[in-house]
Structures are given as C-alpha cells and as structure tokens.
C-alpha cells in the first residue's frame, strides 16, 4: 500500500468491520509467527464492530456502563471503546532489529498519528502524564482525538493506535477512557473535518517512511 521504501512489510487495509475477538486472535498469531520468523511485519488498518477494550491496567469501577461486549485485551493501558467511524492501526514490528525500546517505539506512533492528523488541518500533540493524542474541541476544551495502546512479546509489537474519524462519541459514555475523567472525546467530524477511511489510510501510509526512519534514529539503529 505504501508504494515506497519499506517492501518488506505488509500493509493490509479492510474496508469491513472486523469483530475485535478475531482480530486479536489474528493479531496474536501474526505476532507469534514474526517472532518466530515465520511471517514478515504487518500494518494492519481497520475498524471493529462496537466493543470495550480493557488492558492491562483496567479499574473496573471505569467500566460505567458496559452496553457493549468487553474484551480482555492483554495491551497496557485502562478501558477504551473501538468501533464504526474509528480507524484502527495495528503495527506488528519486530524491535530485535528496529531497537529494543518501547518507549522510542510509542512515541514514534504518537508522532506518526500527530503529523497524519496535521495532513487534515488539526494540530494535536502529547500531553505530559496523558497517553494519547490532545486536540482542541469545538469549546476550546482539550480532548483526545486518538488512543495509544500497545503490547511486546519477545520483542515484537503488537496493537497500535486508534484514531477518532467519525465514530459516536456517546458510545464512549459507558467507559472512563483510558482513566482519564477530567478530558473529553473528539472527533474529526465532530471538528468539522470529513475524512474517509480510504484518505486517512492513504495519508498515513504516506507518512510511514518519516515513522519507520524517525523510529531508527530515536533508537540509534542504522541501515
């Protein structure tokens, strides 16, 4: 899909909700193979049926009202909703050879997601002691318009990132996201912005070369 410098990773976009028990599975699998040497890394872009997520730090007096299936996830973080409207990103990469440090890997995503979304027109950034990606809102507010989430087995990524494109932010009502009370939801159509599916994942494979390299020099890794 991204045409460009990085052949050896797959990019897979569906264009149908894939229910999140199953992509997990999948996911878990894929991972597994990569660490065994089995299957190349993997992009996968996509959108799940609407469900609750809990990681591995979930509080279960943040699950408010669970309208939707909720899912055991095995990544880090708290509670989170997935569904219609949100894309999900995926990134399954082998760090034996990108550099041993998730840290350096989460903030590359972070950046990856900050520099798609300014494609758009919106300025997001990071926020001191706040996973995930801060916008402005309609009323001036501060609010999340993206999720980060991430698992490593064996050195091998998994989960990724989750933007909000157009998905119903009264869905997120049954949960407190990713523990954070005092901040609100956004969107991109909630600001104002249309952004297809199809466009959000053109614009962020665009942007993968600027991930993958800014990732290799946060982690000292040379060609």
Known sequence: MSGNAQ????????????????????????????????????????????????????????????????????????????????RIGYVLLDLNRRGKDVRCFVHAIEG?????????????????????????????SEAKIGAIGVRVRKWVTMHGFSVNLSPDLAHFAGIVPCGIAEYGVTSLARLGIAVAPEEWDWALAARADGFLSGLARACGVTA
């Open 112 to 140: 990856w997601v900050i520099d798609t979304l300014a494609d758009f027109g919106v300025e997001s950034w990071r926020a001191e002691g706040r996973i995930g990606i801060w916008t402005r809102d309609i009323d001036g």
């Open 7 to 86: 052949p050896e990773i797959e990019w897979r976009r569906e264009t149908a909700p894939v229910p999140y028990r199953a992509a997990l599975a999948e996911m878990e699998a894929r991972n597994r193979a990569i660490g065994a040497g089995e299957a190349g890394e993997l992009i996968w872009l996509l959108e799940h049926p609407p469900v609750y997520t809990a990681g591995t730090s979930a509080d279960g007096a943040e699950l408010l009202d669970p309208r939707f299936e909720v899912v055991e996830a095995g990544r880090g973080g708290r509670y989170t909703y997935h569904g219609p409207g949100q």
